[in-house]
């Protein structure tokens, strides 16, 4: 719990978003975002950079989680479903831990596990 508590201090934008990482392990992440109304655009659906931060955050939790400095250097997000009011859930999965590239996958899903998008990331690890 000292890990999760430490990353949400440090990562001030997602928080200031309403970004929670709820769960940090070897390689994984979860958090959370409540869809609120100034989460909208402009027709009405989760605005798709609101999704962004909440996959974002949960990628650099499970990419930094072996306690090694490490940095996006591509990132690739599909939406799948538009979402309005309600909460938005990401789970991330090391794809690759070997090396200085690290390997992610990030599902977004809501309240009734319906996936919203999907977010790869490929992260340096400083060491």
Known sequence: ??????????????????VEIVEIGDGTARGRLEIKPHHLNGVGTAHGAAIFTLA???????????GHVAVAININISYLKATELG?????????????RIGSYTITISDETGQTVALFEGLAYRKF
């Open 1 to 18: 719990m000292d890990k999760v508590k430490g990353f949400n201090c440090k990562d001030a934008f997602a928080a200031y978003c309403g």
């Open 56 to 66: 974002d955050a949960v990628f650099a939790a499970a990419s930094n989680s072996h």
């Open 87 to 99: 909460v938005l859930f990401a789970e991330a999965v090391e794809n690759n831990a070997r090396g």
